[in-house]
């Protein structure tokens, strides 16, 4: 149970929202207006700029760094105890094709914001508060999710993933560390003696800030959403059907191997069995969310090949196990029924996450000490703090947006794009409630140690 502890509240002037900003204009090396952020992982020109860059800022601010074997890195603002066990907070700064200007960014500038107005304001916490950017959220670039901290808390092991192709360069991940000054083999190695990256039983809680990418809390009128639990999924980005073209007049039904026809009956047996889950009282989502016909397709032409993606969503595992089952049960009726050949390709899970209801209480309590209204509220996109909730008490902040929109150039932030930057925004309040949970403190001493102390003994040399 979270514990109240600090009477005084945390506060942010207009000096905070105009450093606030003037990060998010530092970034904008990878915008293009009307069209988006393009900031791919693990690149120079991309995700790897844009850690740099904020770096060079959190050292202005005198924190110390700290980089581990994957690239994520972590900005240390120390405490008066340090063994108290660390309060994190962080995001990702990489982007899909064409995204937003908020979609991760939002959650680590937060935080050095927060770092900004207690400096300003002469406060030191009691634990040590650490702004964490974690390498390469999205999917697009590797086609899989929150590769940096799947490596740093060992549930991607390093040395299976080493030959894995960029989508832009076709190089393999080996090459893209090399490229971004990490070594692949000191990976490896860190993993194999640990089996983690970093120090997380010196992490005593875990909080991430982002945009909603809905506008559910925008519709009850309510600036900040307090998290309980993320969607995971599974995605089937290049499922493929081959069939056998003719004439779509002249081949008869009985003969037909059409491959346009089978990916049609994929999707919407999928849909009803979607349907029937939700229906039920089950949480899920399914999407479809790109298909099309081979090069040869024409009007007169039953289709030969026909490609499709898959993805489904779920707050329970068990539902998304059950829907993978239909997924292959459905696939393997369809292509004895049409006489085609169904490959789901490449399947990527990311398992479904509930959020910690110590750091759920702590959000809460701070929250009502400032008078900030918030709601409870699922995730249905993904997020690095799946990974955390693994292994520590985790929480989100969600940020209303006026548009939903996300992942597109159009994305906003707050639920009145004037005041995006202003005091009375609602980047603003999420930032006030940080800071307010940093004052409080989290799980201190829940689990002690010393974040900077043990994350230094992992990468002292062997000797090796």
Same mark, same amino acid.
């Given at each position: 149970?979270?514990?109240?502890?600090? /009477?005084?509240?945390? =506060?942010?002037?207009?000096?905070?929202?105009i450093?606030? &900003?003037?990060?998010?204009? *530092?970034?904008?090396?990878?915008?293009?207006?009307?069209?988006?952020?393009?900031?791919p992982?693990?690149?120079? =020109?991309? &995700?790897?700029?844009?850690?740099?860059?904020?770096i060079?800022?959190?050292r202005?601010?005198? *924190?110390?760094?700290? +980089?581990?074997?994957?690239?994520?890195? !972590?900005?240390?603002? /120390?405490?008066?105890?340090?063994?108290?066990?660390?309060?994190?907070t962080?995001? @990702?700064?990489?982007?899909?094709?064409?995204?937003?200007?908020?979609?991760?960014?939002?959650?680590?500038?937060?935080?050095?914001?927060?770092?900004?107005?207690?400096?300003?304001?002469?406060?030191?916490?009691?634990?040590?508060?650490?702004?964490?950017?974690?390498?390469n959220?999205?999917?697009?670039?590797?086609?899989?999710?929150?590769?940096?901290?799947?490596?740093?808390?060992?549930?991607?092991? /390093?040395? =299976?993933?080493?030959?894995?192709r960029?989508?832009? +360069?076709? @190089?393999?991940?080996?090459?893209?560390?090399?490229?971004?000054g990490?070594?692949?083999?000191?990976?490896?190695?860190?993993?194999?003696?640990?089996?983690?990256?970093?120090?997380?039983?010196?992490?005593?809680?875990?909080?991430?800030?982002?945009? =909603?990418?809905?506008?559910?809390?925008?519709?009850?009128?309510?600036?900040l959403?307090?998290?309980?639990?993320?969607?995971?999924?599974?995605?089937?980005?290049?499922?493929?059907?081959?069939?056998?073209?003719? @004439?779509?007049?002249?081949? %008869?039904?009985?003969?037909?191997?059409?491959?346009?026809?089978?990916?049609?009956?994929?999707?919407?047996?999928l849909?009803? &069995?979607?349907?029937?889950?939700?229906?039920s009282?089950?949480?899920?989502?399914?999407?479809?969310?790109?298909?099309? %016909?081979?090069?040869?397709?024409?009007?007169?032409?039953?289709?030969?090949?026909?490609?499709?993606?898959?993805?489904?969503?779920?707050? &329970?595992?068990?539902?998304?196990?059950?829907?993978?089952s239909?997924?292959?049960?459905? %696939?393997?009726?369809?292509?004895?029924?049409?006489?085609?050949?169904?490959?789901?390709?490449?399947?990527?899970?990311?398992?479904?996450?509930?959020?910690?209801?110590?750091?759920?209480?702590?959000?809460?309590?701070?929250?009502?000490?400032?008078?900030?209204?918030?709601?409870?509220?699922?995730?249905?996109?993904?997020?690095?703090?799946?990974?955390?909730?693994?292994?520590?008490?985790?929480?989100?902040?969600?940020?209303?947006?006026?548009?939903g929109?996300? @992942?597109?150039?159009?994305?906003?932030?707050?639920?009145?794009?004037?005041?995006? !930057?202003?005091?009375?925004?609602? !980047?603003?309040?999420?930032?006030?409630?940080?800071?307010?949970?940093?004052?409080?403190?989290?799980?201190?001493?829940?689990? /002690?140690?010393? !974040?900077?102390?043990?994350?230094?003994?992992?990468?002292?040399?062997?000797g090796?």
């Amino acid at each position: 149970m979270y514990i109240y502890m600090k /009477p005084y509240p945390f =506060e942010i002037t207009s000096d905070q929202m105009i450093y606030a &900003e003037n990060l998010f204009a *530092l970034l904008d090396n990878n915008w293009t207006e009307g069209q988006g952020m393009n900031r791919p992982a693990y690149m120079a =020109e991309g &995700e790897n700029r844009a850690i740099n860059d904020l770096i060079k800022e959190g050292r202005k601010l005198g *924190l110390s760094i700290r +980089t581990d074997a994957a690239g994520n890195v !972590f900005m240390i603002y /120390p405490g008066k105890n340090p063994d108290a066990g660390a309060l994190l907070t962080g995001s @990702h700064v990489d982007s899909v094709v064409n995204g937003g200007r908020y979609d991760g960014p939002a959650g680590v500038i937060a935080g050095l914001t927060v770092v900004h107005a207690l400096m300003a304001q002469g406060i030191t916490p009691d634990q040590d508060f650490i702004v964490g950017i974690y390498r390469n959220e999205e999917s697009p670039s590797f086609k899989q999710v929150s590769v940096g901290m799947k490596l740093a808390s060992g549930s991607l092991d /390093p040395a =299976e993933f080493m030959e894995r192709r960029h989508t832009h +360069t076709g @190089h393999a991940f080996r090459k893209h560390l090399q490229a971004s000054g990490l070594d692949p083999e000191r990976l490896i190695d860190i993993f194999k003696r640990h089996g983690e990256l970093i120090p997380f039983s010196s992490i005593a809680a875990q909080i991430e800030i982002h945009i =909603e990418q809905e506008r559910e809390l925008s519709d009850q009128d309510t600036p900040l959403g307090i998290v309980t639990a993320i969607r995971g999924n599974y995605r089937l980005p290049g499922v493929t059907i081959k069939g056998q073209t003719g @004439h779509s007049g002249a081949k %008869s039904f009985e003969k037909r191997q059409d491959a346009g026809m089978a990916k049609n009956r994929l999707v919407s047996e999928l849909y009803d &069995e979607a349907l029937r889950l939700r229906q039920s009282g089950r949480d899920i989502v399914f999407t479809e969310p790109y298909s099309r %016909s081979g090069d040869s397709a024409k009007l007169t032409h039953i289709p030969d090949d026909a490609q499709c993606a898959l993805e489904v969503r779920s707050t &329970e595992d068990s539902v998304l196990k059950d829907f993978l089952s239909a997924i292959h049960r459905v %696939s393997d009726d369809l292509q004895h029924q049409h006489n085609v050949m169904i490959d789901l390709g490449n399947i990527v899970y990311s398992a479904p996450a509930t959020m910690s209801q110590t750091v759920i209480d702590a959000i809460g309590h701070a929250a009502q000490q400032i008078h900030i209204k918030t709601m409870l509220m699922p995730s249905g996109a993904g997020h690095d703090s799946a990974e955390f909730a693994k292994k520590v008490d985790t929480g989100m902040i969600f940020i209303a947006q006026k548009t939903g929109l996300s @992942h597109r150039h159009e994305e906003d932030m707050g639920r009145d794009p004037d005041k995006t !930057f202003s005091c009375e925004g609602d !980047f603003a309040k999420a930032i006030t409630l940080l800071g307010q949970i940093v004052v409080n403190g989290l799980n201190q001493n829940a689990r /002690p140690g010393s !974040f900077v102390k043990k994350f230094d003994e992992m990468y002292a040399p062997t000797g090796i």
